[in-house]
């Protein structure tokens, strides 16, 4: 902390000695420091929380009695499935299923367009083969089950089949199955 202490001050007496222009942008850069730290240690404090013990079925177009349920199943090169296939048509809203930070969004061989979510408990929520993102959403991005994260597609290794959205839920301890926590919306305006 007294290291973050002192950068904060560094910083700031950069800010007020230089020319305006830099003042300027500077003063952004201080700013955005304050703003990191304020979200790492809201993140810390959710992370401090007991994990979520009911998770809200990111679609509004299915209902988990409608599920079926894929967890363990085999894969053609040996693995099993460590989550859940919820298909979907391709664009259909994927909302949060839980409060949390959005902790990475990017692309992988497997997952295609992915988005990773971290919640109470340092649960870590994977959402994938998404088709797009919305603008705008990034790293650090505060969510919650109204906030949509992404869009239903078939990227990575679903190209070419039917469009879902994989969801998976990693604890400390390793992947879980999501199903028996997963529950269905309340009616909203949005439903
Ligand atoms: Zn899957």
Known sequence: MRAFGKFAVVLAGIALLSPAPARASLREDVAGFFHGIAVHFRMLRLAAQPPDSVLILPLRTTRVHRLYDSWGAGRPDGRKHQGQDLFAPRGTP???ATTGYVTRIGENRLGGLTVWVMGA?????YYAHLDRYPE???A???VDTGTVIGYVGATGNARGGKPHLHFGVY???GPINPM???RDPG???SF
């Open 180 to 182: 028996p926590l997963l």
């Open 171 to 173: 604890t400390l301890q």
């Open 94 to 96: 994927v909302y949060s």
């Open 136 to 138: 705008g959403l990034k």
């Open 187 to 189: 009616r909203t305006p």
């Open 140 to 142: 650090n991005d505060r």
């Open 121 to 125: 408990g340092r649960r870590v929520y």
